[in-house]
Structures are given as C-alpha cells and as structure tokens.
C-alpha cells in the first residue's frame, strides 16, 4: 500500500505544474528517500503513466494531464489488486430488498471507486485557459486583467512554454503585433490550437480598433490551427518599445519614419495599455464567458 501512495504523491505533486522532477527533488516532497521513488516510478513509467528524461535536467513527467489519470491506473501500475470481489453477499431471489439488492449495489460501488479521479476535474480543472506571447509586456497586461473576469476559473500561460491546452473549454490567445500579425515565434504554437472555443486579443502600437488593428486581427485568426470558434477579439494599443522608435528616428523617409504624425501615434501609444484599456479587457472577457456558458456551448450541444 505504501506505494501506492508513493504514486499518487508523485502524480498529483508532477501534476500541478507539469514540469520535469528528479527523483531527489521528489523524495524531498515525499520526505522519503530517493530509491523508493526510483523503484514505484519504474513501474509507473512501465504503465505509461510517466515518461523519464536524462540529462542535467532531466527526471520524470507526467505523460498526461493529472485530470484524466484514475485511481484504478494506479494501483495496477504499482501492482496492487483493484477492489473487486468474486464473492458477493445476499442472494438476488431474496424477497428481502436488502439480500437481493446488495449484489449490484456492491458491484456498482466498486466500479465506481475504480472510476475515482487522480484528482476531481471539479475541485482542481480550470474551464479556461489565457495565453499570450509579450515582449515588452503590454499584452501579458492584458492577459492578466482577462483572468479577473473569473480568477477561479483560468489558467495564464505565456506562450514561450507551449502550454497543453487539450483539458481546456475556452482558449484566450493574445499577442503583440508584429510586421502586421502576431510575433513570428508564437506562430507555430498558434498553429497547434485547433478545434477550440478560441477569444483572440492583441496590443498594437497603432490605434487599437483601426484598420490596421482589424487587419491585425484577421492574421492572428489565420495563424489559428483549424476547428476553431472564434467568440469575439480584444485590441489595444500598446507602448512601442522605445528601442524601436529610436531606430525608426534614424530611418530614412518612409512609411515608419520619423514624420510628426507618426511621432504623434507614438507619442500616443506610449500610455497604453492604460487603466481603461484593462478595465474594458475585463468587462470584455466576462461578456465572452456569458456568451459561451449561456449560448455557444447550448448551440454546439444540439
Ligand atoms: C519589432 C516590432 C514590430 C512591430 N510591428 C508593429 C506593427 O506592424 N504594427 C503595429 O501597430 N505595432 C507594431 N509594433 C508595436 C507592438 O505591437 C506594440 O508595442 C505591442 O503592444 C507590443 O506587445 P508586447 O508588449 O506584449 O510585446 C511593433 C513593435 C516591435 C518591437
């Protein structure tokens, strides 16, 4: 039984952020020694329930989300019987409800534990999921003031790490614009969403709703994988990195070069996003979770 737990420990601890762990960073978690770990591990890898990696930062990680790993997975991983019984008590001709009835009462009880969650979907799973990919931080401002719309029920990711998104309802996915679409290495992650519920949202150094912003957008949906919805889309202007205003100051005349109305679109941009921006951020997402909870999921339910 003691590995058993062992496992679980170590599922539910390599679960709650999905990263890599040494067997020496596990037993300090399990305040246990690192053999033990090695040994329950050996046969939770055997059952595919982790995979290992060598190297300096390697170790074990969980080979699926922690959501959709059972309890019977478990202890058939680590060798234990699953709770079952051949033998049953009673007697099903019984005229006594309780004799003839316990059969598949206790038949129903087991398959039932045997059913139980690594842990339940309800207490632990985030419905949504926000997404950005940032540079100089304007859009992660926004992602984060689309997670007030509902704290309890999103997951923030930056896009640099990839995130799994299959154990999520509702994906919002924002970028920074870059040549007129999102930033180039975010484009292949973009790529992965598909078949998603999917609120797109960017930040711009141009006007936030402008022509160039809805052209903006349209690449960003393009850069989607396929089977998504799109439920609404977020724009704001964002400061441009002042890196970048300085080099276009040294271009020569053109379309990005120093001429006053540009200077002036800069100059404007530089307060963004601004504490409105943030606010309508918000008030925006919580729409968008209206609009999904009490419309998009009854429409694709018919
Ligand atoms: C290299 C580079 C290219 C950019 N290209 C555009 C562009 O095509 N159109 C635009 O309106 N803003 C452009 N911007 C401004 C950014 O989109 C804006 O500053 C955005 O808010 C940055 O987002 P982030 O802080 O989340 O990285 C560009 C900025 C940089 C640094």
Known sequence: MSEFIIAIHVLVF?????????????????????????????????????????GVNGGYTLARQGRDINLKEIYEAVGLQIIESKWHSGDIESDCLIAS?????????????????LYCEEDIMKKYA??????????????????KA?????????????????????????????KGGPYAQCRDYMAT?????????????????????MACAANGGMCLGKGN??????????????????????????????????????????SHPDAQDLEKATAFMQHMISVYENYFKKMMAR
């Open 101 to 117: 009835g316990m059969t598949s009462y206790i038949d129903e009880l087991f398959s039932n534990l045997n059913k139980v969650k």
């Open 130 to 147: 926000v997404v950005y990919a940032s540079k100089t931080g304007n859009t992660k401002k926004v992602a984060e003031a689309l997670v």
């Open 229 to 270: 919805h799109i439920l609404g889309f977020y724009s704001c202007q964002g400061a441009i990195d002042p890196k970048l205003i300085e080099a276009m100051r040294k271009m020569p005349a053109g379309p990005h070069s120093a001429t006053p109305e540009n200077e002036k679109r800069w100059a404007a941009a530089a």
């Open 193 to 213: 969403i598909s078949n998603k519920a999917v609120v797109l949202f960017q930040t711009l150094g141009a006007e936030g709703m402008g022509e160039h912003a």
């Open 14 to 54: 390599l679960s709650h952020d999905m990263k890599s762990r040494s067997s020496e960073e596990l037993s300090e978690n399990l305040c246990t020694n690192p053999v033990r770990i090695r040994k329950v591990m050996a046969k939770c890898k055997k059952s595919g329930l982790v995979i290992t990696k060598a």
């Open 150 to 178: 509902a704290p309890d029920q999103f997951d923030m990711f930056d896009a640099a790490d990839k995130p799994d998104l299959s154990a999520y309802e509702l994906v919002a996915f924002g970028y920074g614009v870059d």
